[in-house]
């Protein structure tokens, strides 16, 4: 089977090459990838090459393919795995791997398996692992978008909260408390509001901050405060530049916030989340730094006397995904709140490449298309001269300027 895909050589060398794979073997899979979204952790691995954990030491002469938020349809199957996956099925990817304390992943390790190829072979440990995931939805991008969705979700499991004079740790945010999202208004925080609005545990209060104008007003639109309130939510989007001193911490009564997740890596946001906590309040350091010596100060006294505490996470587990996936079909959240950008695989190098100048939020990329990053606003607030981008742009007017399955499938059909 020929492939194609962007593989990785070294520091910024991306290159998109085709390329023959191997047969597979009795207890591998071989998959057509559709979609795959393009994350900041992939560019970080770019950037860094075979210094980062995930990336092997000799990809200069065996290079991996990129990609790891990816969804397609199995196309052969491996005599081992014939009772449980059949060709056509279509499936998502839990990358996270772990097996057997390996920290190798797709999109990092393999010069097999990846989300940027058009044809990839699922190794073994993903289904010894219970991570290739059936996904019966009608498109593509929620699955792909189920991996960055996991995280999140994740996030929100791994918070706790104590008793005074128990040794216990409850799991998980609190339900009906008061909770802030630091730098909230990117994809990752778009993707949280509109899980806090709609999971089995609420937070009363839901502060959403940035401080991009057009982020905030972008998430304003989407996330009506007076729909959050039927949900049983108070949601309050804030701009701390412009703000007035200790607004964030009036919002609370003066209590403080039981649950603040960062979602940038900022000393300084960091430092505003700590004197934000209240009691026995959690924050949530999500972003993942570049830089191996970033720091910031913290209130031991408040980590003592209160306890206030502070916890990092950076990805879910197939739990996880199994929830968003779920969620997604039910119409209960949205993936595609994340996405503002849409490309085909031939301008994924450059995306990757310029991944923090690009704005908005999540970039995603259709593997059998050819076709620019584009910017979702940008084309369907104008006329198209081409008819398919003009009938793409109507079909995202008429869904509140948001991607949806019937722009996929006219993409799909059409570029």
């Given amino acids: 089977m020929i492939t194609e895909a962007v593989r990785l050589y070294g520091?910024?060398?991306?290159?998109l090459e085709k390329f023959e794979l191997p047969s597979i073997k009795e207890d591998e899979i071989l998959a057509r990838v559709v979609s795959d979204s393009i994350c900041m952790s992939t560019y970080k691995a770019v950037i860094q090459g075979s210094k980062h954990k995930r990336v092997p030491?000799?990809?200069?002469?065996?290079p991996t393919i990129m990609g790891h938020e990816f969804s397609g349809v199995i196309v052969e199957v491996g005599a081992k795995w014939s009772h449980q996956f059949q060709p056509g099925q279509k499936f998502a990817i839990q990358p996270a791997l772990n097996y057997k304390g390996s920290p190798y992943a797709p999109g990092y390790s393999f010069p097999y398996f990846g989300g940027d190829a058009t044809?990839?072979?699922?190794?073994?440990?993903?289904?010894?692992?219970?991570?290739?995931?059936?996904?019966?939805?009608?498109?593509?991008?929620?699955?792909?978008?189920?991996?960055p969705m996991s995280c999140i979700i994740g996030g929100f499991h791994s918070n706790y909260h104590t008793e005074t004079g128990k040794y216990v740790h409850h799991m998980g945010i609190v339900e009906g408390g008061k909770m802030a999202l630091l730098a909230g208004a990117g994809p990752m925080?778009?993707?949280?509001?509109?899980?806090?609005?709609?999971c089995d545990r609420k937070p009363g209060l839901l502060v959403v901050t940035d401080v991009d104008d057009n982020r905030l007003e972008r998430a304003r639109k989407l996330f009506l405060e007076e729909e959050a309130l039927k949900e049983g939510v108070r949601l309050v989007f804030v701009n701390p530049a412009t703000a007035p001193e200790g607004h964030l911490l009036d919002l609370t009564e003066g209590t403080g916030y039981d649950d603040i997740f960062v979602y940038?890596?900022?000393?300084?946001?960091?430092?505003?989340?700590?004197?934000?906590?209240?009691?026995?309040?959690?924050?949530?350091?999500?972003?993942?730094?570049?830089d191996t010596a970033f720091k910031a100060e913290v209130n031991f006294y408040n980590v003592h006397y209160t306890p206030t505490h502070i916890m990092g996470s950076t990805g879910g587990n197939d739990d996880d995904m199994r929830e968003s996936l779920e969620m997604s079909s039910k119409g209960l959240i949205n993936p595609a709140v994340m996405i503002t950008h849409v490309g085909g695989l031939d301008s994924c190098i450059d995306t990757t490449l310029r991944l923090p100048q690009i704005p908005g939020g999540k970039k995603l990329i259709y593997n059998s298309v050819r076709m620019p990053l584009?910017?979702?606003?940008?084309?369907?607030?104008?006329?198209q001269e081409d008819p398919k981008l003009e009938a793409l742009a109507e079909i995202l007017r008429n869904n509140?300027?948001?991607?949806?399955?019937?722009?996929?499938k006219h993409l799909l059909e059409n570029f």
């Avoid at 030491?57 to 065996?62: F, K, Q, R």
């Avoid at 044809?119 to 699955?143: C, H, K, R």
């Avoid at 584009?374 to 006329?383: I, M, N, P, S, W």
């Fill in 11 to 15: 520091v910024n060398d991306l290159r």
């Fill in 57 to 62: 030491e000799d990809i200069a002469t065996n």
């Fill in 119 to 147: 044809y990839t072979i699922i190794p073994n440990e993903v289904m010894e692992l219970g991570f290739l995931l059936d996904y019966q939805g009608e498109s593509f991008y929620e699955a792909s978008l189920s991996e």
């Fill in 189 to 198: 925080g778009l993707g949280a509001i509109d899980y806090a609005l709609h």
């Fill in 264 to 290: 940038a890596p900022v000393r300084a946001l960091v430092e505003s989340a700590d004197s934000l906590l209240g009691k026995d309040g959690c924050l949530n350091f999500f972003a993942g730094p570049t």
């Fill in 374 to 383: 584009t910017d979702l606003a940008e084309l369907q607030g104008t006329k």
């Fill in 400 to 408: 509140r300027g948001l991607w949806c399955a019937q722009a996929e």
